[in-house]
């Protein structure tokens, strides 16, 4: 399991509920997703938009999301080519989200332990 992008808290598992924000890229190892799916969820419910690049060996990939607040829209682009918007369940812009990078081994039953990871808090104003 993959999870990059913009967080309020550590993307730990597949698991969405809790008060996690977030406005990332997903990508599920246990055969769930073929894709990069770009994700949001707002403390209470997600989106999931799956979009057309699969996840490859030894590839560099340039993610990008970005909100723009008067609009409500997050954007979301891989090699900036493969793109997605996502208007609903963002998360409201008094919550700081900070970047994660988190690289969860996932295994059958959704059971697993963070394998790499970081979180890097930013206040964006």
């Not at 919550?95 to 059971?111: I, M, P, R």
């Not at 332990?113 to 206040?123: A, C, D, K, N, R």
Request: glycine letters at 12%.
């Amino acid at each position: 399991l993959y999870w990059m992008g913009m967080s309020n808290g550590q993307a730990q598992n597949s698991a969405i509920g809790g008060n996690i924000k977030r406005l990332m890229f997903r990508f599920l190892n246990d055969g769930t997703d073929t894709y990069w799916t770009a994700f949001s969820h707002n403390g209470t419910s997600s989106t999931a938009v799956v979009m057309t690049t699969t996840l490859a060996a030894s590839t560099i990939y340039l993610m990008t999301i970005s909100y723009v607040d008067s609009t409500g829209v997050a954007s979301f682009s891989i090699n900036g080519t493969d793109t997605a918007t996502i208007n609903t369940t963002i998360p409201v812009n008094t919550v700081k989200l900070g970047v994660d990078l988190t690289c969860y081994n996932n295994t059958a039953g959704g059971t697993g332990t963070v394998i790499g990871g970081s979180t890097v808090y930013l206040e964006i104003l």
